[in-house]
């Protein structure tokens, strides 16, 4: 069964650091992978991508150079290692994966075919 599960979310102040991980069952070796978030009323936004192999990346404008998105391969697993934390990174952050693609870029959060269920970070002022 093809299953997504993110753990890692929490509460944290501006500037504080979280690590987000997605532990993938089923086969996404081959697979774009992302993470996506949603804060409280508002649509789902791309924020990280990483391609089937791990080598290559992308990122939202607005968490470059904060974020860095990583994957271990062999533990079928993805990374989210966030920095700089601002109250406007608050929201459910989701993993997503494509299973029919391996490239970048790969942007559109219509594009993720399967999802895990998220998981909430909050960033207090």
């Known amino acids: 069964q093809v299953q997504l599960v993110e753990s890692g979310g929490g509460l944290v102040q501006t500037g504080g650091s979280l690590r987000l991980s997605c532990a993938a069952s089923?086969?996404?070796?081959?697979?774009?992978m992302a993470w996506i978030r949603q804060a409280p009323g508002k649509e789902r936004e791309f924020v990280a991508s990483i391609d089937w192999s791990g080598t290559n990346t992308e990122y939202a404008h607005s968490i470059k150079g904060r974020f860095t998105i990583s994957r271990d391969t062999a533990e079928n697993t993805m990374y989210l290692q966030m920095n700089s934390l601002e109250p406007e990174d608050t929201a459910v952050y989701y993993c997503?994966?494509?299973?029919?693609?391996?490239?970048?870029?790969?942007?559109?959060?219509?594009?993720?075919?399967?999802w895990g269920r998220g998981t909430q970070v909050t960033v207090l002022s």
């Open positions: 997503a994966a494509d299973a029919g693609w391996r490239g970048l870029p790969h942007r559109g959060v219509w594009q993720y075919e399967y």
């Open positions: 089923g086969s996404f070796s081959d697979s774009v």
